[in-house]
Each structure stands twice: as C-alpha cells, then as structure tokens.
T-cell receptor, first 115, second 113 residues
Framework: GAGVSQSPSNKVTEKGKDVELRCDPI?????LYWYRQSLGQGLEFLIY????????KSGLPSDRFSAERTGGSVSTLTIQRTQQEDSAVYLC?????????????FGSGTRLTVV | GNSVTQMEGPVTLSEEAFLTINCTYT??????LFWYVQYPGEGLQLLLK?????DKGSNKGFEATYRKETTSFHLEKGSVQVSDSAVYFC????????????FGTGTQLKVEL
C-alpha cells in the first residue's frame, strides 16, 4: 500500500483480556518495527523484524507480549492478559532496508485503553 | 547503551521567532541522527536526517547539523509559523543496530500569532 496501515485505530478492552493489533507495512519494505508511546514519554522500542531473520525481541516488556510477521508482510502484535499499564499508543513502522539509515515510515497507531 | 536527551517542553514561541530545540546523544560508534515530527492527530513523520559527522539535514526550513565533538543534533528554524506547532522527536540509529531507532522523549512546540 501507499503507507503503513494499522488497525484498529482505537481499542478499549477490559483488564485481563487479550488483544491483537495489526500492521500492514509498505509493500517491499523488508524491515518492520513496533514501538509504544505512552503519555508523557518517548517512544519505547518493542520488536523488530528484518526479512527472514529471527526478530529482535529485546524491547518486549514481558512475556505477555508477542508478535509475528507472516510472509514477510503483515505483522500482528498480541498482548495477553492486558493490564492498565499497557494503555498506550502502539506504533508500527517499516523501512526499505533494516541495514541502512533510511528512516522509518510510521503508521497512525492503535490507541489501546485498558479499563 | 544508546540514549537521546531532548530539552523539555512545551516551547512556546511567537510566529516568526527563531527556534532551537536541543538534542544530545550517547551512542557507540557512528550513529545516524534523525528528527521526526508529530502534528496534532497525525502519525510521526521523518523531518530530516544526517548520517555522518558535519552533515547538515534540512527540510521545510528546518535544519540540524551532526556535531560529533559535542554529540549534538540541535534542530533550528529561522522563522516559525503556527503550522509548525507539533511534537518534535530526536532519534538515533546506532551502528550495527539494524536501523533500530532510539528516541528522545519529544519536545512540544506551540507557535502563537
């Protein structure tokens, strides 16, 4: 597609429920990133996919968080047993090549609210 | 580890004023440096970048120079407009980091008439 597409744009869920967030990167972009933006804080790196390589999961805050990228394209971020501290805007970004400093193209994000 | 430090906001300026948003970094090797902008209600957009020392990135009247000696990448604009009101994020991509970006906490800019 023309840009990075994320869905849903807003999600309200009850504490303890599981949620899935979807990211559709720009066609041809081999690198895909997930970040979290909490109120009053910067962007926190979560996970990075580059081609067929094993993902860099070093930013995932707990084992309740997981992500996959199917067929080198669409990615899903799953949060199990959501907690109130998970409330944030989850941003997905893609870039042409993870090995070069092209900079990212970000999606508009999914605003997650855990009540 | 890698880190980026930005001046805290909000920064409030009158239209046509000169803007500086300070950014300093800590990183191993020779990182690439970026400024991203987030306009109200929109996603982050790449504003400018510099990939080596003494490079100057520029876009939309904004510019920033990669200063290795002071580990800085300050954002400047000579004459701001109301439409520049946004949150500005400084970021770095470390050598060998797989293009993974480390962001500052962001600086909110408000430009008033």
């Amino acid at each position: 597609g023309a840009g990075v597409s994320q869905s849903p744009s807003n999600k309200v869920t009850e504490k303890g429920k599981d949620v899935e967030l979807r990211c559709d990167p720009i066609s041809g972009h081999t690198a895909l990133y997930w970040y979290r933006q909490s109120l009053g804080q910067g962007l926190e790196f979560l996970i990075y996919f580059q081609g067929n390589s094993a993902p860099d999961k070093s930013g995932l805050p707990s084992d309740r968080f997981s992500a996959e990228r199917t067929g080198g394209s669409v990615s899903t971020l799953t949060i199990q047993r959501t907690q109130q501290e998970d409330s944030a805007v989850y941003l997905c970004a893609s870039s042409l090549d993870g090995g070069q400093p092209y900079g990212y193209t970000f999606g508009s994000g999914t605003r997650l609210t855990v009540v | 580890g890698n880190s980026v430090t930005q001046m805290e906001g909000p920064v409030t300026l009158s239209e046509e004023a000169f803007l500086t948003i300070n950014c300093t970094y800590t990183a191993t090797g020779y990182p690439s440096l970026f400024w991203y902008v987030q306009y109200p209600g929109e996603g982050l957009q790449l504003l400018l970048k510099a990939t080596k020392a003494d490079d100057k990135g520029s876009n939309k009247g904004f510019e920033a120079t990669y200063r290795k000696e002071t580990t800085s990448f300050h954002l400047e604009k000579g004459s701001v407009q109301v439409s520049d009101s946004a949150v500005y994020f400084c970021a770095l991509s470390a050598t060998g980091g797989g293009n993974k970006l480390t962001f500052g906490t962001g600086t909110q800019l408000k430009v008033e008439l």
